[in-house]
């Protein structure tokens, strides 16, 4: 396995509701050198459960598989395993300013969320088909401003992109979401 951005994250799972990012990366501290720490939340702001760790090295990261995988945070038994997100796909992604030092996000707002889709998450009605499971993401936290075009041309660098859409309202405006489908 080589040593690269996406071999030094690992996915925390069963977070509590109430976990930020901060306690998440003062808890992950103690498997390693924690660079950037994140809890994902939905466009309302409430959190997803889940998150990403990216260690300072790769030992880090299988430290925290090897030691905190079943431990506790926030009165909730977590899960921790290595972060399964295409190397391409992670590499091109926006990166959320909490917990880290770098530049982030899509226009002005950090924290750009982003997921697979296997069905309709977050209480979003996608419409997915079966045919677009493992092709289709939803990006979450979206700047209002965003149209289906630039979502597209952020995402063009990881794939072949089919189809990009902004969920809006029944009044037309931007819901803060979308759906990215690649080839």
Known sequence: MEEGYIN????????SWQTQWQSLKDHMRQAGDV???????DAS?????CGVVEYET???ARQAIATLNDSVLDGRQIFVREDREPKARAAALPRSTRGSTGAGGLGTTGGTA???TF???YGASNGSSFAERGRKIVVLNLPYSVRWQELKD???DCGNVVRADVLLTSDGKSRGMGTVVFE
């Open 58 to 60: 790769l030992d880090g």
């Open 154 to 156: 952020v995402f063009r």
């Open 8 to 15: 030094r994250r690992v996915y925390v799972g069963n977070l």
């Open 119 to 121: 069905g309709a998450p």
């Open 114 to 116: 982003v997921s697979t």
């Open 45 to 49: 702001g409430r959190s997803a459960g």
């Open 35 to 41: 660079v950037h720490a994140e809890v994902f939340e």
